[in-house]
């Protein structure tokens, strides 16, 4: 969906009527102390139910490797391709599943769309039901995408939702809002950076970011 106007199309779930939002409605921001005291509590709760045995002990860093397995560097294999190999970008945007599988990638979700940033685009990515996220691509999402602000504010007020990530679109440039959901989920294709020929091609992932492909960011030169 673009960018709300002054008539804008109905949205897939209701949400509050309103133009102003307080402190409350500010977005998860992720904070190194927020996730040291998330992890202290976590090992904490570890320990107790190991404690308990109801949990052996290793059994917890087992399933959050196997959860970790897929991550970021998937998602830059893809866009490195694509910046690299235009037949493959093409296949890319018209059937991100298959040309995951090209490249080996296993997809678990039912269909990955991939929707290209450009000049005159850019391209957000949310979930306004519940967190769908492309996991086997990405990994885990951050808190702040599965966060009830994000996933109302992101279609209400794009342009403002991108400014507090420090991302500030030009008025010219439509920003385009994609809802995911159990049968699709949404993978952005950024613009590569600039002299992309003159680039070491094996430095090219690092420059593919987790929020360069929601959205909420672009590739830094």
Not at 110 to 134: F, G, M
């Amino acid at each position: 969906m673009d960018e709300p106007t002054t008539d804008p199309r109905p949205l897939p779930c209701p949400l509050p009527a309103r133009t102003s939002y307080t402190a409350q409605d500010a977005l998860v921001v992720e904070t190194g102390a927020g996730n040291a005291e998330a992890a202290r509590l976590t090992e904490a709760l570890q320990a107790l139910l190991v404690a308990k045995g109801l949990l052996a002990p290793g059994e917890v860093e087992q399933e959050i490797a196997k959860l970790d397995a897929p991550g970021l560097h998937l998602g830059a294999r893809l866009v490195v391709r694509a910046w690299t190999d235009p037949d493959f970008k093409a296949r890319l945007l018209a059937d991100g599943k298959s040309a995951a599988a090209e490249l080996g990638l296993k997809v678990g979700e039912a269909q990955i769309v991939v929707v290209e940033n450009t000049a005159q685009a850019h391209n957000l990515i949310v979930c306004t039901l519940c967190s769908c996220y492309p996991r086997s691509i990405l990994g885990q999402p951050p808190s702040w995408y599965i966060s009830k602000t994000y996933r109302a504010r992101a279609v209400r007020e794009p342009r403002a939702v991108l400014r507090e990530f420090g991302l500030d679109i030009p008025l010219h440039v439509r920003v385009r809002v994609h809802d995911s959901n159990a049968d699709m989920r949404y993978l952005v294709l950024p613009m590569p950076p600039p002299g992309l020929r003159d680039r070491d091609e094996a430095d090219l992932p690092g420059l593919v970011t987790r929020d360069v492909l929601i959205g909420t960011a672009v590739v830094q030169a």
